[in-house]
């Protein structure tokens, strides 16, 4: 036997007969853990540092006391378990560590109960991709001091009986459920993290309690209303994920991403509203504004959940409803809500699977498969209002075209797979990759389904739920945080040649500037809703907006309904230096 095994078993002895051994060593343990925890996260303790005389010594004080506890009371509850379960939770344990860390690698903070949220709501793919291009092996690094604490819990002996262990567990378990509580009421969620397995409990017990606090209620109502027939025309509404719209040619990006797309407004069947404002900077938030029309942030009313969806609308003016949804956007949600009925007015809805039933291989043809789908549709009759939750760019942008020299038009790209490499050299693949996706799941998709649509009587509305970074300025994330480029979005509509409403395109004033808010309304009025229908106040349609509207837009990041953290950001007139903008890469700085 060593020296050094000589200590441990020494010292290991004193514990254990130390009068409560068990809470020593989860004293013991919590304490190395929060002391090993500022050495790698060091800039989130100084900016902990900062709240302090925002929020008083006391209370910031009582808050660290109590999240130290936690952690504590959760060391003390893993030592109660017998040999394999305590092995089994020590696994988990080092688990949770390295999610932890490869997302405080990625994003700089630890999960949130957002976060959390947005696991159970995306699509296994999307979920698949987002682990891989965090994985970092720097994460690794961070972990082992942790697991190495952790180690040391199975070491402690177990003399206890199931029972006695089940009553020494209440107390711990019951305040870590009350002191997290405190913690959802008083602190701000990304506050106080002093141990990223504490952090993860806090986040999930976070994102229980903000379940219990939501709305689950039914949708208020449309008063009343019968259409005199089904409409002639078609409505689609198109979402697309992921799409930069200062990375379109047509908003002036220097490569020619959408050749198509400028042809199209060429020839007057392209009405581009330039670079618009998403309402959030990840899907969910977009898509619950963009749904229900609501417009202001957070929703802390749940007017996202009240709130008559476009749905209600369509169906209310005669439309056939159909929701294509087939990038996990909105359907999940609102199928949640409605429990075991039907949305409400939601005719019918597609997903990847219905694809898959239709033998359309969404895989190969990626959204292409979407676009014949449409004109298949709209080519047999009209009256449909179609939502449609496109595939789009979500990283790895590699998967979102064809492996062929023909779709490859910028050089080199980034193998499918690597992590965001922010380097000059890393950025120029990046931003190649983005952009042979651009053209192909944006530019492409409109070729194909302008060129196979018949029926002429249609008119679109095109944007993203969000933008990408791009790495622009060294972030090695994509979205969902509040950077201001991260909502830059494109925003147009494309008409049919017999469009009946084309006249209500041709009268948008020029120079005014669009944001997602203004569209719930926009899709009324192309649905001809009468305003004795419209029972919420929406901002103003594109049809009605002016030069002098919307000198600032305003979008938001974090928590949804304002549980935890959320910011509420601003794009003013004009906007910063080199907003709304893209380069593909700046040669200049590109070291050799
Ligand atoms: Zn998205």
């Known amino acids: 036997m060593g020296r050094g095994q000589v200590i441990a078993k020494c010292s290991l002895r004193s514990i254990t007969q130390a009068p409560y051994p068990r809470a020593l060593s989860a004293l013991i343990a919590a304490t190395l853990a929060v002391l090993i925890d500022p050495i790698f996260r060091f800039s989130d303790y100084r900016d902990l540092l900062h709240l302090l005389p925002v929020v008083g010594a006391m209370k910031f004080s009582g808050a660290l006391t ?49 976060d959390l949220s947005l696991v159970f709501t995306v699509g296994v793919d999307t979920l698949e991709e987002a682990v891989l291009s965090f994985l970092n092996p720097l ?60 952090s993860f409990l806090r986040s999930t017990l976070h994102y229980e309690f903000e379940t219990l606090h939501e709305y689950h ?26 799409v930069r719209g200062s990375n379109l040619s047509l908003n002036g990006y220097s490569r020619a991403t959408t050749p198509f797309l400028q042809s199209l407004e060429t020839q007057g069947r392209l009405k581009n509203l330039g670079i618009c404002v998403a309402a959030g900077s990840f899907s969910l938030i977009s898509n619950a504004y963009l749904v229900s029309g609501h417009h202001a942030f957070p929703d802390d009313a749940f007017r996202t959940d009240k709130n008559p969806t476009l749905f209600d609308y369509g169906k209310k003016m005669g439309y056939e409803t159909i929701y294509i949804d087939i990038d996990q956007g909105y359907l999940f949600p609102l199928m949640k809500a409605a429990g075991k009925c039907p949305v409400r007015s939601l005719d019918r809805w597609m997903t990847d699977q219905s694809f898959k039933e239709r033998h359309i291989d969404l895989e190969t043809t990626k959204d292409l498969g979407v676009a014949r789908f449409l004109s298949d549709l709209l080519n047999e009759r009209g009256g449909y209002f179609v939502l449609v939750n496109k595939k789009g760019l979500h990283f790895h942008y590699r998967n979102r075209y064809p492996n062929n020299p023909a779709s490859t038009i910028w050089k080199p790209v980034m193998e499918a797979s690597k992590p965001i490499d922010p380097s000059p050299t890393g950025r120029e693949k990046l931003v190649n990759t983005y952009d042979n996706g651009i053209r192909f799941q944006v530019d492409e998709f409109f070729r194909v389904f302008v060129s196979d649509t018949t029926n002429q009587n249609y008119v679109i509305l095109y944007t ?52 997602h808010l203004n569209n719930f309304a926009t899709l009324l009025d192309l649905m001809g809703v009468p305003m004795s229908l419209r029972v919420r106040p929406y901002a103003k349609s594109i049809f009605s907006l002016t030069a002098e509207d919307n000198r600032v837009r305003t979008y938001m990041s974090g928590s949804l309904h304002g549980f935890g953290d959320y910011v509420v950001k601003r794009i003013p007139t004009p906007p910063d230096e080199g907003w709304g903008v893209s380069r593909p890469v700046d040669k200049s700085f590109k070291s050799e």
């Open 66 to 114: 109590l999240v130290f506890l936690q952690v504590v009371a959760l060391f003390y509850l893993i030592l109660l378990l017998p040999g394999i379960p305590r092995m089994i939770a020590l696994l988990l344990s080092v688990f949770v560590v390295v999610v932890q860390f490869s997302y405080w690698v990625t994003l700089s903070q630890f999960m949130t109960g957002t």
């Open 139 to 198: 994460i690794f690094l961070y972990a082992l001091p942790y697991v190495l604490v952790l180690t040391t819990l199975i070491l402690f002996p177990f003399r206890s009986t199931f029972r006695k262990s089940l009553a020494l567990s209440l107390l711990p378990a019951l305040y870590l459920l009350a002191s997290n509580y405190a913690l959802f009421l008083h602190v701000p969620e990304r506050s106080f993290h002093l141990n990223p397995l504490n």
């Open 217 to 242: 209620g039914p949708r208020d109502d449309l008063p009343t209303f019968f259409p005199s027939q089904r409409p002639l025309d078609s409505i689609i509404y198109i979402i697309d994920e992921s």
């Open 464 to 515: 993203s739920d969000h933008g990408q970074t791009l790495a622009e300025h060294g972030q090695v994330y994509t979205h969902m945080k509040p950077d201001k480029v991260i909502v830059d979005v494109p925003e147009f509509f494309v008409v049919g040649e017999r469009y009946a409403q084309k006249g209500l395109l041709d009268g948008i004033p020029l120079g005014i500037r669009v944001s």
